[in-house]
């Protein structure tokens, strides 16, 4: 092994630390361990196996859901001077035999492949030739049949560590609650050493709310404080979709539909064009998102209600991948639960029904507002963070407070009275008194805690339940009818040794004017940012490339700042590799200093 982790971090990616988590990664793989990866988006996942693959002999086979996702990725790869291709169908059968001879050739360091075409007997006798230095799967939460996108294709792939049990496997996912994640490590055969969880938490992503009233006009005021970003808007039907983009459009926005009844052709031609900044806002149903790896999307808004937290999750998440400020705008209304209840509902897989609804009602408890948006929404999936975030609208505007400690008694003792064997609904029926037959037939109209609650409505009980879910101090176990559990924090609220300020539930979040945070730290020459995003622009378009590809916000924001005028001063910016510096950077160089000469001049 000639080159080190940290020397093709330098060399090939630009970037002059690892973050987080990647390291011990990278160096378990590559030392020939598997890894099961849980990383936010933006967190750098890819480069758990792409920095291996360039380490170890022989070709990486990196399993990926969708060709538009392979694209970008191989074409990244490509301009850091990465030996990477895809072998999908998108390819004529000229380009396919060209892939497959640089395979057999052993040309290539990364292969990337759809999970079908993976699994084909004729391919894997064909991969049984040569060595292989790993096998990564992406979006791993295709695997498991809780994950909210769940493919039937992907669940052959355990499979693979039968027929090559020496090589590694590295599973990476953005989103995965620990039912979820347990399911996609007995289907790839991974124990408990393999699991790396770098945390969910983006925290340039402000989290915001807010009642459904006018959401046309509501739409297009959160649009005016986002002018000329890049953004996606999401909507629960291909008619809405249309309707929406038309109506931007006519207001002057670049704005395109995208959903699955358009033709491919159209599809391919939005994605494109907003990857390649000629469309600011991409107006989509859920079709839209998961193979687009634009790192400067500013904003996402939810049109309508998500069908669950992992959904959500992942889509907001591909707002501000370069870590620079982005918001996320969710219009929750009470008639898009009725719609997307019905669409559950529809369903024949009863056990599959019965997973959605729990996961639509974890979304409606989030959407309500009452406690710090990304404590909920990191609680779901199993983080706790120790205080409010600072960057959501209830931080920004924090609800009424009162002292609800008396309250989460009476909930947590009912829970532990009726065995910790029943979901919300039937604790709140116990608290308030209910005389339904179930309470009767079981006895517990004769618990200590029956009725003791009747002096307060359904809907109180329903947002403190949610509120100590969210908190940590009840879990809702999925796996077993969302039955309500105690916590190990539940016995200090219990034993009267902590006191509980809670959130009085609104109807309303008021909105709060927050000024806008700059980009970055660094107090760069805006005016020269512009013009390093006009020459990217120019070098995308003849090379054939997304912008992003070429150098991203962030590379030309330190440019802006640290104003380098040779190779060793371009090199220190982060994003610019080896290859990229032969490639682009005397342009950009250039740029710079007549860019300077021309502000001296003026000065």
């Known amino acids: ?26 160096d378990r793989v590559v030392e020939g361990n598997n890894a099961f990866v849980l990383m936010q988006t933006g967190g750098g996942k890819s480069l758990c196996f792409q920095i291996p693959a360039l380490c170890r002999a022989g070709v990486a086979i990196v399993v990926s859901p969708l060709i538009s996702l392979m694209k970008d990725q191989v074409d990244a790869l490509v301009l850091n001077g990465v030996r990477a291709a895809c072998y999908n169908s998108s390819l004529t059968a000229e380009q396919s035999r060209q892939v497959l001879a640089r395979l057999h050739q052993q040309e290539l360091d990364l292969l990337y492949v759809a999970p079908e075409r993976l699994m084909s007997s ?5 991969l049984q030739t040569l060595p292989i230095a790993l096998f990564a799967i992406d979006e791993a939460h295709c695997v498991s049949q ?4 769940f493919r039937p294709e992907y669940a052959q792939l355990g499979n693979l560590r039968h027929i090559f049990p020496d090589t590694p496997l590295v599973a990476l996912t953005a989103t995965a609650d620990p039912q979820t994640r347990q399911d996609i490590m007995q289907r790839l055969l991974l124990s408990s050493e393999d699991l790396f969880i770098s945390g969910f938490d983006r925290p340039n992503i402000r989290y915001t709310v807010v009642d459904k009233q006018k959401p046309a006009v509501q739409l297009l005021q959160f649009l005016n404080d986002h002018v000329d970003e ?74 309508d ?37 019905g669409l559950i509902e529809k369903g024949s897989n009863a056990e599959h029904k019965r997973i959605e609804l729990h996961k639509l009602n974890a979304m409606i408890s989030y959407a309500e507002p009452l406690t710090c948006r990304r404590r909920a929404l990191l609680g779901y999936f199993g983080e706790q963070l120790k205080e409010d975030c600072g960057n959501c609208d209830i931080c920004l505007n924090p609800p009424q407070r009162y002292d609800a400690t008396q309250d989460a008694q009476k909930v947590l003792s009912c829970v532990y009275r009726v065995g910790q064997r029943f979901g919300a609904g039937h604790v709140i ?13 079981l006895g517990h109209d004769r618990l200590s805690t029956f009725a ?21 101090y009840l879990r809702q176990d999925v796996a077993n009818y969302s039955v309500l559990k105690l916590t190990e924090e539940s016995r200090r609220v219990l034993t009267a040794k902590e006191t509980l300020h809670l959130a009085r539930p609104r109807l309303k979040a008021a909105q709060k004017k927050v000024a806008k945070k700059r980009a970055l730290d660094l107090d ?12 990217r622009k120019e070098l995308a378009t003849e090379g054939g490339v997304p912008p992003f590809v070429i150098f991203s916000d962030v590379s030309l924001a330190e440019m802006a700042f640290h104003l380098p005028i040779n190779e060793t001063e371009m090199l220190a910016i982060n994003g610019v590799g080896k290859h990229k510096m032969a490639k682009y950077g005397p342009r950009f160089i250039q740029t710079i200093q007549q860019y300077c000469q021309h502000a001296v001049a003026e000065a």
């Open 146 to 149: 809780w994950g909210h996108d």
């Open 524 to 535: 760069y020459d805006t005016d020269l940012f512009e013009v390093l995003r006009e020459l």
């Open 122 to 126: 004729a391919f894997i006798e064909r």
């Open 305 to 341: 209600l998500p069908k669950n937290i992992e959904s959500y999750y992942q889509e907001t998440g591909r707002a501000g991948r370069d870590g620079l400020p982005a918001e996320a705008l969710l219009l929750f209304g009470y008639g898009d639960i009725a719609i997307a209840r």
């Open 1 to 26: 092994m000639s080159a080190t982790p940290l020397d093709i971090l330098h060399s090939v990616f630009g970037y002059r630390e690892f973050r987080s988590l990647q390291q011990t990664i990278v």
């Open 452 to 472: 003791i609650g009747e002096d307060k409505g359904q809907e109180f009980w329903g947002g403190l339940i949610r509120q100590l879910v969210h908190l940590g």
């Open 230 to 303: 890049a953004g996606i808007v999401y909507a629960l039907s291909r008619k809405r979709v249309e309707e929406i983009s038309t109506r931007l459009q006519q207001q002057g926005y670049a704005a395109a539909a995208y959903h699955a009844g358009l033709p491919d052709k159209t599809r391919q031609q939005v994605q494109e064009q907003f990857l390649r900044d000629e469309v600011q806002i991409v107006v989509a149903t859920v079709a839209f998102g998961m193979g687009i790896d634009k790192p400067n999307v500013r904003f996402i808004v939810h049109y």
């Open 429 to 441: 029926d116990v608290l308030r008194g209910s005389q339904n037959q179930r309470i009767l037939e």
